[in-house]
Protein backbone atom coordinates (compact mmCIF):
# COMPACT_ATOMS: atom_id res chain seq x y z
CA UNK A 1 0.00 0.00 0.00
CA UNK A 2 1.71 3.26 -0.80
CA UNK A 3 1.21 6.12 1.59
CA UNK A 4 -2.09 8.29 1.83
CA UNK A 5 -1.75 12.28 -0.34
CA UNK A 6 -5.06 13.51 0.64
CA UNK A 7 -4.36 16.46 -1.75
CA UNK A 8 -3.03 13.84 -4.96
CA UNK A 9 -5.71 14.77 -7.59
CA UNK A 10 -5.31 18.31 -6.55
CA UNK A 11 -2.02 18.04 -7.32
CA UNK A 12 -2.43 16.15 -10.56
CA UNK A 13 -4.51 18.50 -11.79
CA UNK A 14 -2.36 21.28 -11.59
CA UNK A 15 0.93 19.18 -12.80
CA UNK A 16 -1.90 18.00 -15.81
CA UNK A 17 -2.66 21.66 -16.27
CA UNK A 18 1.12 23.08 -16.80
CA UNK A 19 2.65 20.21 -18.39
CA UNK A 20 0.19 19.11 -20.54
CA UNK A 21 -0.17 20.88 -23.67
CA UNK A 22 -0.35 18.88 -26.46
CA UNK A 23 0.28 21.18 -29.42
CA UNK A 24 -0.58 18.77 -32.06
CA UNK A 25 -2.96 16.43 -30.39
CA UNK A 26 -1.35 13.56 -30.38
CA UNK A 27 -1.95 12.62 -26.98
CA UNK A 28 -5.41 14.03 -26.54
CA UNK A 29 -7.35 10.10 -27.07
CA UNK A 30 -5.94 7.00 -26.88
CA UNK A 31 -4.58 5.39 -29.69
CA UNK A 32 -6.33 3.78 -32.39
CA UNK A 33 -5.69 0.06 -32.83
CA UNK A 34 -6.70 0.02 -36.12
CA UNK A 35 -4.24 2.70 -36.96
CA UNK A 36 -1.41 1.88 -35.24
CA UNK A 37 -1.91 -2.34 -34.75
CA UNK A 38 1.52 -2.62 -33.38
CA UNK A 39 1.39 0.13 -30.75
CA UNK A 40 0.31 -1.79 -28.12
CA UNK A 41 2.97 -4.66 -28.28
CA UNK A 42 5.59 -1.93 -28.41
CA UNK A 43 3.76 0.43 -25.68
CA UNK A 44 2.70 -1.83 -22.15
CA UNK A 45 1.07 0.88 -20.71
CA UNK A 46 -0.75 3.78 -22.64
CA UNK A 47 -1.76 6.37 -21.48
CA UNK A 48 -3.38 9.82 -23.28
CA UNK A 49 -4.41 13.04 -21.68
CA UNK A 50 -8.33 12.28 -22.34
CA UNK A 51 -7.90 8.87 -19.84
CA UNK A 52 -5.68 11.24 -17.27
CA UNK A 53 -8.74 13.44 -16.51
CA UNK A 54 -11.35 10.77 -16.68
CA UNK A 55 -9.46 9.08 -14.01
CA UNK A 56 -8.86 12.38 -11.91
CA UNK A 57 -11.91 12.79 -12.41
CA UNK A 58 -13.75 9.34 -10.65
CA UNK A 59 -10.49 9.61 -8.54
CA UNK A 60 -8.58 6.59 -9.34
CA UNK A 61 -5.37 7.76 -8.21
CA UNK A 62 -5.38 7.55 -4.05
CA UNK A 63 -1.72 7.57 -3.69
CA UNK A 64 1.07 8.83 -6.07
CA UNK A 65 2.26 5.14 -6.57
CA UNK A 66 -1.06 4.60 -8.55
CA UNK A 67 -0.22 7.03 -10.46
CA UNK A 68 3.20 5.97 -11.66
CA UNK A 69 2.05 2.74 -12.99
Known amino acids: MGSHFPFLNVFLVLVFMRCGKDTY ?3 VEPVDPEELPDYHDVIEHPMD ?9 N ?6 EQFEV
Do not use: E
Not at 59 to 64: M, N
Open 25 to 27: GVF
Open 49 to 57: FSTVRQKLA
Open 59 to 64: GSYPTL
